[in-house]
């Protein structure tokens, strides 16, 4: 009974400790522009909506809202698309050089991006891909397809192979067997690997900032990293357009709680 | 035909003939090669070398689903996200066909492997039993050419074992169907084959009827693998112009146990097996060979005495007309028409 009470006191703390930082840039969205100024500082807000407002209105941030939603959708799907053909072969044909390869994708998703923006942001000038959708969503795939890869192997190798088998010999080609019983049960995993990679593009600030320049297309980071005028520092709009950017990667992670716990501790135990 | 992985050769230049309705085991040790024959006509694998040939026509450049066979897989294999009725109608449905038509089949299968009350679950609600029934159903609903049944039966327990071979010998008959199943069990071999086939290290080692198997073993795998107790097996040299059988430091006497000296095998190594049913123990406790009881093994249908004789260990039945005990001396005395010779590891008529 003590120990337990102890460890909910200790997992209490701990989320705290990381939800704190949060909550206080929630309650911040949420002030009047009297109370954000005030000294000593108040901790509990009026509920003013008025940073919101001024947000959407005058930071047209549904506008990057809407850029980081095309970016981070197109790079999730095309990256899942591409990671599970990628996966799918590596897991199941027996080639030569399979472990060389994943250990190569693993070294190549631990590279700094900042070791490869220059390289990128110039190849993207060439193929003038700079201020694009296309431009940014290339970046992103490449960043995040070994990773997305590698997470996806390990899936469908814990789908037993006489299945797939199975399937064939009733009937199915190579790519159905793919896609009627192999995905449905690597779905998990597939969720999984989407999400992250969702998550990361949309989080992405770096080469969203050197790549996208131009305001029309900016994502929301770079788009609320650059609320702050030459004299002014909108602490309360930078507060709501980040509770709002946050919404989206709270919402998707509860809906898919389930799958995301099944998917990221496959392998660890078999279901 | 031959299957070599690299440098490993799995089968070695095989050939054997399957007739239409019959039933074939292939039987043999495990990595003796039998699963990749299985593998190989199914399409899973392809032949280094060699054809398939199933109704006259070459199918072995046929992807698996051209080949109209199907596979009962050792650990079922079913689809998990399915139900038991889908996993059934995932087959008929592949091929395009109505779900009228599929229903009534589904149906038809489920009843006559008694699992209609399972339809609408999932396979990780049944037991083993239920999911080879499952498995068993999803090979019968598609009306194959042929049957693929690996080692199907092994992950049940022994009593299921027992109740479901049965049930496959009735199907069997029932569905007149051509099977082709492989274990190692040889009990299971036994019971069920109408022709088996042995497989030691990626050859035949003899193809025949279950009592052509047992009591003509054609070498000395085949003796030393069917049949359990093993067959007893005394290796030795020849000596005394063949009335000897040298046998480590034992002398045996072979013209005794023959009822003549093979004179023609002076000089040469021989193996004699005898098997435990067909040795008797003789009433003065001289007999062929005699030892010391080590132990005694009581099946409750049957009872094995394990005797040692000067250094050699060998396994008789008893007939149970006198009781033993261990450490009791006896004889044995052996039927003479029923010892196995083998020269090479070939058998050899006396």
Known sequence: MKRSAALVLFSVGIALYCLVPFLWLVLTSLKSSAELTAIPPKLMPSFHLGFYRSALQNYGLLHYVGNSAIVAGATALITVVLGSLAAYAIARFKLKWTNFYLLLLLVVSMFPQIAIAGPVWIILDRLQWLNTYQGLVAAYIALSLPLATWILT?????????????????????????????????????????????????????????????????????????????????????????????????????????????????????? | MSKRFGAAEILKDISFEVADGEFCILLGPSGCGKSTILRLIAGLEQPSAGKILIDDARVDSLAPRERDVAFVFQNYALYPHMTVFDNLAFALRLRGMSMNDIGPKVKEAARLLEIEELL???????????????????????????????????????????????????????????????????????????????????????????????????????????????????????????????????????????????????????????????????????????????????????????????????????????????????GLHADSERVHLFLDGKRIEP
Not at chain 2, 269 to 280: N, Q
Request: hydrophobic fraction near 45%; aromatic fraction near 6%.
């Open chain 1, 154 to 271: 390990t899936f469908f190798r814990e789908v037993p192979g006489e299945i797939e088998e199975a399937a064939l010999i009733d009937g199915c080609s190579r790519l159905q067997a793919l896609y009627k019983v192999v995905l449905p049960l690597a779905a998990p995993g597939i969720l999984t690997a989407g999400l992250l990679v969702f998550i990361h593009a949309w989080n992405e600030f770096f080469f969203a900032l050197i790549i996208m320049t131009d305001p029309t297309v900016q994502t929301l980071p770079v788009g609320i990293a650059l609320f702050p005028g030459e004299y002014t520092m909108p602490w309360g709009e930078i507060a709501a357009a980040s509770t709002i950017a946050t919404i989206p990667l709270v919402l998707l992670t509860l809906i898919f709680q389930r799958g995301i716990v099944r998917g990221l501790s496959a392998g660890a135990v078999k279901g």
């Open chain 2, 120 to 330: 609408q679950r999932r396979p990780q609600a049944l037991s083993g039993g239920q999911r080879q029934r499952v498995a068993l159903g999803r090979a019968i609903v598609r009306q194959p050419r042929i049957f693929l049944f690996d080692e199907p039966l092994s992950n049940l327990d022994a009593t299921l074992r027992a109740s479901m071979r049965v049930e496959l010998a009735r199907l069997h008959r029932r569905l007149k169907a051509t099977i082709l199943y492989v274990t190692h069990d040889q009990a299971e071999a036994l019971t069920l084959g109408e022709k088996i086939v042995v497989l030691d290290r990626g050859t035949i080692q003899q193809i025949g009827r279950a009592s052509e198997i047992y009591h003509k073993p054609a070498n000395l795998m085949v003796g030393r693998f069917v049949g359990s107790p093993q067959m007893n097996l005394f290796a030795g040299k020849v000596d005394d112009n063949g009335a000897i059988l040298q046998c480590n430091a034992t002398r045996l006497d072979l013209a005794g146990l023959l009822q003549s000296a093979p004179a023609r095998l002076a000089g040469r190594s021989l193996t004699v097996g005898v098997r435990p049913e067909d040795f008797h123990v003789a009433d003065d406790g001289q007999g062929w060979i005699s030892g010391e009881i080590d132990l005694i093994e009581d099946l409750g249908s049957d009872r094995f005495l394990h005797v040692k004789c000067d250094g050699i260990h060998v396994v008789a039945r008893d007939g149970r007309e006198r009781s033993f005990g261990p450490g009791d001396r006896i």
